[in-house]
């Protein structure tokens, strides 16, 4: 397992969700979600100075067959994003089901739909990173897809 803080992010055609990992790898854990636009910048480079990761985990929607959906080519466009912004390596990750695990998740902690709006994202994001990390910790290998930073510029 490679050490160093990794940062997840599920993307949202509304909200990104983000989560960081501590720097052995272990746990992930919710950090925020954010309302995308023009802030989009100022987050996400605030969040790199804070956190200081060695890599970026985005969460790639796929449908439960596999095939591309409605959400891919954003989630893909924002991933080449943060690696233009970030120069780091930015690895997209199958995150099927992650959303709907999250809703659960929070519904079983008493949350109602409308109260964990603002949170499911983190809560998806949590387990996007976690899942990455799971992987690399039983494959030794880094998980999913490397981004190039040129991909849908």
Do not use: K
């Amino acid at each position: 397992m490679r050490p160093g803080v990794r940062i997840g992010v599920d993307v949202g055609r509304v909200r990104v969700g983000v989560a960081a990992c501590d720097s052995g790898g272990l746990l992930a854990t919710p950090v925020l979600s954010h309302l995308r636009g023009r802030a989009d910048e100022a987050v996400f480079r605030g969040l790199l100075g804070e956190y200081a990761p060695i890599e970026i985990v985005v969460g790639l929607p796929l449908g439960l067959s596999g095939g591309e959906t409605a959400s891919t080519a954003d989630a893909r466009a924002f991933a080449a994003w943060l690696a233009r912004l970030s120069e780091l390596p930015v690895r997209l990750v199958d995150e099927r089901l992650s959303t709907v695990s999250a809703q659960r998740g929070l519904q079983a902690a008493g949350r109602t739909t409308r109260s964990s709006r603002a949170v499911v994202d983190q809560a998806a994001a949590v387990i996007i990173l976690q899942s990455a990390l799971d992987s690399e910790r039983s494959t030794g290998r880094a998980p999913g897809v490397l981004v190039e930073p040129n991909e849908g510029a």
